[in-house]
């Protein structure tokens, strides 16, 4: 059984070694790259306050943040949530890995190797070299409705990037395991089957002139034909 946790964070800045710090965190759990339901979302408290620039993009003020738990408070879930089985997908994964490590390893906690990490953003330019590759242009390419995502969120961009996810490893059900191919190729070449299914014949009579006509063009037409000689 293979456990992907497709994640995204939100922050203040780009750079937590100069202070900036995780505000929030979305995932959803694909079990065989199929969305189990199952999400993590949380919203973090700073104890800072959010750059103007940073709300801009995701629209989270400190003032809205400072009554939700500070990070050493939700680590723990996180991680629980992740479990010691998950692969951790994201998309411009260093970015998220860096923060979510230097969060949780300045606080005690567990951090994640690179082993454990996939990043779709390093797939997509592997797959379409020169092409824009942001999560945005990504769904317009495989026509993923984001029409919701006014603002970046963590949990709505991490649940369009399970999609997206989806459509880079190519598209394919997940579902469709070797036998229900075989059910559904025998059921489109089911005219190929033992069982022919012929069309009943049909009868077209002829007039007393077509019969006479018929029967001129035998004898004048056919005199040389080769089941009339000896």
Known sequence: MLREIVFDTET???NPEEGDRLIEIG?????????????YHQYINPEREV???AVKVHGL????????????????????FVGED???VAHNASFDINFINYEFKHKGFHTY???????????????FPGNRNSLDALCKRFNIDNSART????????ELLAEVYLELLGGAEPTM??????EKTQEKNSWQSDEKKYRQARNFPLSDEEEKLHEEFLQNSLTDAVWLKD
């Open 12 to 14: 203040t800045g780009f």
């Open 61 to 80: 003020t400190y003032d809205f943040l400072k009554n939700y738990p500070k990070v050493q408070e939700i680590a723990k879930d996180f991680i629980d």
């Open 51 to 53: 750059p103007e620039e």
């Open 27 to 39: 995932a959803v759990e694909l079990i065989n790259h199929i969305p189990t339901g199952r999400t």
């Open 113 to 127: 190797s690179w082993d454990r990490v996939v990043d779709t953003l390093e797939i997509a330019r592997n797959k």
């Open 86 to 88: 998950g692969i951790l």
């Open 177 to 182: 395991s070797l036998s229900s191919v075989a």
């Open 151 to 158: 603002k970046h969120g963590a949990l709505l961009d991490a």
